[in-house]
Structure formats: C-alpha cells, structure tokens
C-alpha cells in the first residue's frame, strides 16, 4: 500500500506544481519526473516500490484506451493541422531513434570498458558493429 500511495502521492505532487505555476506540462509528466529523480538520487527502489509498480504495469495497456477513442474520433473528421503534426511526429520519432542508438552505444562500450579482461571478444564484435554503421 506504501508503494501506491508513494506514486499517488508523486502524481498530486505534479498535478500541484502544474497548476501552481501555470506550466505547459501535464501534472502526471511531472509526477513522473519527480519519481525518476527521487529514485535515481536514492540509488535502489524498495519493496514496496517495486511491487505497486509492478501490479500498475499490469493495466499500463488501459490507459492507452483514451487515445484510441480520440484517434477514432478524429477519422471522420481530418484537423486543418494534421500534415504539421505528423511531420513533428515522424521527425521525433528519427531524432528519438538516432539518439537512443547512440547513447545504447555510449553506454554499451563504456560497460564493456568496465570489464574484466575475459569479456574481450565482446569489445571486438561491439568494435565491429559500430564500425559497420
């Protein structure tokens, strides 16, 4: 219960601070944001933590119902922006993908830098892929 009540806690925390400050992000993001940077500051998640997160995670597909209804709702009738947003949608989406295989890269050769002389095979074959990119 500690577990539920902790992201509960987080996301009126969030919701809170957006309201307060008149920001442009939803209250829930910034909930997020505050449990990401709590977590990372303690170094470990708790029990309790791990399992409320991992009875959420559970349902994480009913909260992607919403926009399905919205996407549904907007067939019938095209919005004069679309062409702009999908634009910036499949923009993100290459920016997105580039930089997550960069920093997969960044941290799979530092991990490999940090290990013992037996993983050498492995800094080869990581060597070889990067140089076939």
Do not use: C
């Amino acid at each position: 219960m500690f577990g539920f009540a902790f992201f509960i806690a987080m996301y009126l925390l969030g919701n809170y601070l957006s309201s307060q400050f008149s920001l442009p992000i939803p209250g829930s993001i910034i909930g997020f944001g505050l449990v990401f940077i709590l977590l990372t500051i303690r170094g470990k998640v708790d029990a309790p933590l791990k399992e409320a997160s991992d009875s959420m995670l559970r349902y994480l597909a009913l909260m992607l119902v919403p926009i399905g209804v919205g996407v549904m709702k907007l067939i019938g009738a095209v919005p004069p922006g679309i062409s702009k947003l999908l634009l910036v949608l499949v923009v993100a989406l290459v920016v997105g993908g580039v930089a997550t295989a960069k920093i997969t890269q960044w941290l799979l050769a530092r991990h490999v830098g940090r290990s013992n002389d037996s993983t050498v095979p492995a800094t080869a074959a990581l060597q070889k892929a990067g140089a076939a990119q």
